[in-house]
């Protein structure tokens, strides 16, 4: 009784994460550059009922009988797929198509991003919420 009351509670909250990431992709669906997220989900730990048979000449084997004993956030994983470009009417903003990232920089430190919505600072260089681009090739 107490292995699955374990197993339902480990499994409710590994949900509520997932739901807390959909509400964050729905929240966001109107942001430039953002990439949606999705969770995945692995065994915590499982028991073997019964071991795994190995084939004889007349019959197969079996596979082992396991009682899973609860769920755990795999991964949380960005999905980077290309989204639909639309003209903005600046000339300044620009967009990627295919894999690769704007790399900005602010001195030493350095920021990506695939939202490109750029404006030229006073010398007439390209930026973005005081980040200037940088060329790295």
């Known amino acids: 009784m107490m292995r699955s009351m374990f197993a339902g509670v480990s499994g409710l909250k590994v949900h509520q994460v997932r739901m807390d990431i959909i509400g964050n992709n729905i929240a966001n669906v109107n942001t430039a550059g953002y990439k949606s997220s999705r969770a995945t989900f ?70 990506y991003t695939r939202a490109g919505m750029f404006g030229l600072d006073n010398e007439q260089k390209e930026t973005s919420s005081h980040w200037s681009m940088v060329n790295e090739s």
């Open 42 to 111: 692995q065994d915590m730990l499982s028991q073997t009922m019964r071991p795994a048979t190995a084939p004889t000449d007349t019959r197969g084997g079996t596979n082992p009988q396991q009682i899973g004993l609860g769920v755990q956030l795999g991964s949380i994983d960005v999905k980077h797929t290309q989204g639909n470009t639309q003209s903005t009417g600046y000339i300044t903003d620009l967009a990627i198509e295919g894999e690769g990232f704007f790399v900005l920089g602010q001195g030493e430190n350095r920021q």
